[in-house]
């Protein structure tokens, strides 16, 4: 029943931009953190993005940050990743995840489908 749908990912050219959409249902949204995650061929899955419940608070990893934006729209159940200056080290599958710590011990965790994202030079 609950659904991460990626989308928004395909070519471009080294220097340009893209921006990825996850769209989530059967579950309540504002309950969950929300993250991208890629994985790149012969590599392991990396964290990418993550923000908040209700988006004050974002984290990126080195190789995003300054280049890469995480937010979220609650009404519409869906976060994004725009991705400018984009290089060929981002190509990858893209992953969007959302994470809801409901007690210290349990935790519920949903993955979308990916999206794959080429670069090209």
């Known amino acids: 029943q609950v659904q991460l749908v990626e989308s928004g990912g395909g070519l471009v050219q080294a220097g340009g931009s893209l921006r990825l959409s996850c769209a989530a249902s059967?579950?309540?949204?504002?309950?969950?953190?929300m993250g991208w995650f890629r994985q790149a061929p012969g590599k392991e899955r990396e964290f990418v993005a993550a923000?908040?419940?209700?988006?004050?608070?974002?984290q990126y990893a080195d190789s995003a940050r300054d280049r890469f934006t995480i937010s979220r729209d609650n009404a519409k159940n869906t976060v994004y990743l725009q991705m400018n200056s984009v290089k060929p080290e981002d190509t990858a599958v893209y992953y969007c995840?959302?994470?809801?710590?409901?007690?210290?011990?349990?935790?519920?965790?949903?993955w979308g489908q990916g999206t794959q994202v080429t670069v090209t030079s």
């Open positions: 995840a959302a994470h809801w710590w409901v007690i210290v011990t349990q935790s519920l965790d949903y």
């Open positions: 923000i908040s419940r209700n988006g004050d608070s974002t």
């Open positions: 059967g579950l309540a949204f504002t309950k969950y953190a």
